[in-house]
């Protein structure tokens, strides 16, 4: 380690599942606060973003051949 480079322990990242969901909801609709975006930046980790991701982008799929079926079956 360099020693004009200071320690600073990493302090952990808090994330909630509500939060990972809104922050995944909102860069769906591609609109979002850069407030609100630095915040996420700071306390959302990675891999959740983008296995929440991964379970929203399933769903939408999933609800749009539902009502594709649904329409055309009626």
């Known amino acids: 380690m360099a020693a004009d480079m200071p320690e600073t322990p990493e302090q952990p990242r808090k994330s909630s599942l509500l939060r ?3 922050a995944v909801a909102w860069g769906f ?8 975006y630095q ?3 700071a306390k959302l980790t990675p891999l959740h973003i983008v296995i929440v991701g991964l379970v929203a982008v ?5 609800a749009l051949i ?6 055309v079956a009626a």
């Not at 609709?29 to 609100?36: C, E, H, M, P, T």
């Not at 539902?66 to 329409?71: E, P, Q, S, T």
């Open 20 to 22: 990972t969901i809104r």
């Open 66 to 71: 539902l009502l594709v079926k649904y329409v």
């Open 29 to 36: 609709f591609g609109v979002r606060k850069n407030s609100d």
């Open 39 to 41: 915040e996420d930046i």
């Open 58 to 62: 399933a769903c939408f799929v999933g």
